[in-house]
């Protein structure tokens, strides 16, 4: 009885770890050209090295 309880929370906070969002990062566009409104719900930023 006891091993299935362990089992049973284990697979809970394995679940609750699989849910967990990513952490959000602000990053300052500035004066980046941009497309679309200001203030739209997600922004896409694309770093691209010219060489």
Not at 17 to 40: C, K, M, T, W
Request: glycine share 6%; aromatic share 6%; net charge negative.
């Amino acid at each position: 009885m006891m091993k299935q309880v362990l089992i049973c929370l284990f697979a809970l906070l394995l679940s609750g770890l699989a849910q967990a969002e990513p952490p959000r990062v602000d990053v300052p566009i500035g004066d980046s050209p941009s497309l679309g409104p200001a203030n739209a719900p997600v922004t896409i930023i694309e770093f691209i090295d010219f060489q």
